[in-house]
Each structure stands twice: as structure tokens, then as C-alpha cells.
């Protein structure tokens, strides 16, 4: 597939790979590809180790389908060809202390992230969402809303049939670019 990614930076060509396509090949994920893709997301670091991270996953058909209903109708069209979706969700309090915390979205991130890598590594795709139902997603899955906040659906899979998408999504299918690296990232002080 092409990718025209080009890093300003020596980088692992891993990061550039990853992007988030939406031509996903419906074929099941091994269960232990699933569990391996959390085993990963598990041990992301933390504030004070919280691991305020929790993923909540369809892998059957019927829960497949309940899934894919608390997603935003733009993503089903193409999101229902991933053979597994995810929420994540975070923890809203440290559970020691019952303070906030504040960095549960961080953490999940990273969580998130290191779920989106590891499926790289195994040949897969992932695709975060936002557009899904946040109002609905905790009563449908049985999360405890006064505990957990709704951060992001996931899809993950291999690549599938680019030509079987929408044209006006078969036109964005391909890796996306970045701004510069100046930008982003500046010595000493805002510039
Ligand atoms: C938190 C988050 C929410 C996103 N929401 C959506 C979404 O609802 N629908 C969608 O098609 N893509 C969504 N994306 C994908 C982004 O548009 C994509 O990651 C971004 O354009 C960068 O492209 P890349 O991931 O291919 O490198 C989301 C990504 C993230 C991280």
C-alpha cells in the first residue's frame, strides 16, 4: 500500500507505518492476537501506576453488532468491516485517595497507543474514534458512569479492500502528513 510519509528525522519506520485506515478485512483476530493487543495497552506507564485504563471489546458477532450501533453513523460505514471494537474508557478518580485524576485521559492515551503499535507489529491496523454515542456507550456496556469516563472507540484489523469503500472515503484512504517538526516541538521557550 503506499505511503509517502517521509519522517524530518531518523525514526523507526513503525511510526511512519502506522496510520488509520478505514478498508478493514473483516477475518476474525486469533484470541490470542486480541489478548496480546491488551497485554501491550497493559503496560503503558501511569500517574502513580493508576492504570486508569479500561478497554471493553466485541469480538462475537452479536456483541459485534450492539458495538457498532454506539458508533456515529460516518464511522459505521466503515468501522463494521473491523473484526474487533473497542471503548476505551478511563477511571475519573485515583482509586487510593478518591481524588480527581486529572491524568486518566493522558494515561488511557498512552494505553491506546501502545495497543495501536503493538497491532503494527503484528501486521494490523487500528483506527480511534470519537464519534461514537458518549451518552450511551456506558448504560449499553455496563460501565460505571459515576467511575469511568468514555474516551474513544477503536477498530483494529488487517487491511482489507480499499476499492469496497464509499469513493468519498476510498479519496482519503491514505496516510496523512504532519506539520513540521518546528512547530511541535521548541527549544527553551515558545518561538
Ligand atoms: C481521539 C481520536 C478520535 C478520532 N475520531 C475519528 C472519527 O470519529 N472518525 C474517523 O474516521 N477518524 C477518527 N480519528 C482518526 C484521525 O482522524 C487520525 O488519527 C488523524 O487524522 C491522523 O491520521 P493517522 O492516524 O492516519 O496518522 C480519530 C483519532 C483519534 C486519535
Redesign the pocket.
Known sequence: MENNRKAEAGVDRLFLD???P?AFDPAPLPNEVVRTLFEAAKWAPSCSNEQPWLFIYAITKKDHARFLDLL?P??QIWAKNAPIIIFLFAHRRFETEGKPNDWSKFDSGAAWMSLAIQARLLGLYT?????FHRDRVCAALGVPEEDYEPV?AIVAGRYGDKEALPERLKARET??DRKPLADVAMEGRFK
Open positions: 502506522r496510520w488509520s478505514r456515529l460516518g464511522n483506527h480511534g474514534m470519537a464519534g474513544c496516510p496523512s
